[in-house]
């Protein structure tokens, strides 16, 4: 009777063990999410001096992948810039893969809506123009040779650009889910 009793507590403390053990793995190799920064935003002095007929956004976005263990297999990204809720310009990313630690610079421009173009150009005019930008993709991580289910990034963040037409260093974060239905973005991601 105290054997059986000494095996069982002997396959119960295994068992606890075993469960740590593997939850100490699953923490180490969790793969975060890509970080996205806009590095830079600039609207040509050409641009801003020709009246607000036609304008175009050049960028700077980088996208990190800090994981060390996990490579990332990127879809087509959207890039989008708004101006109080109407679509600026759109600009789709094509699909790519990043090592582990890498990190990838896109350097690219984006025609104006000639729309809403007047009314930013008269913000910047003023020195109180605010876009928000929006990334929308799907990732796919792979760590030791296995490839993960598909998750979808939802990412916005806001940017004052100066009388100049440029702006500073941000860092995208989790779009809000009174940004999402300000916005009617359709669901592409989930």
Not at 9 to 27: I, K, T
Request: proline content about 3%.
């Amino acid at each position: 009777m105290c054997e059986i009793k000494n095996f069982y507590c002997w396959l119960l403390e295994f068992s606890v063990l075993l469960l740590l053990l593997a939850l100490c793995l699953w923490l180490a190799i969790r793969p975060e999410s890509p970080k996205y920064t806009i590095v830079d935003i600039t609207i040509p002095k050409s641009d801003i001096d020709s009246g607000g007929q036609n304008g175009s956004i050049i960028y700077a976005l980088e996208i990190e992948n800090s994981n060390k263990v996990s490579s990332i297999y990127y879809e087509d990204t959207i890039l989008r810039f708004y101006y109080e809720s109407e679509t600026v310009g759109e600009k789709t990313i094509p699909s790519f893969h990043k090592g582990r630690g890498k990190t990838r610079q896109v350097t690219d421009s984006v025609d104006a809506n000639p729309q809403v173009w007047k009314a930013i150009h008269n913000s910047i005019s003023n020195a109180t123009a605010e876009l928000k930008v929006a990334v929308l993709t799907r990732v796919q991580y792979r760590t030791w040779g296995v490839k993960s289910k598909h998750h979808g990034l939802d990412l916005q963040s806001q940017i004052s650009i100066g009388s100049n037409g440029k702006t500073k260093k941000i860092k995208l974060r989790r779009a809000s889910k009174k940004w999402r239905r300000r916005t009617n973005r359709r669901r592409l991601l989930y």
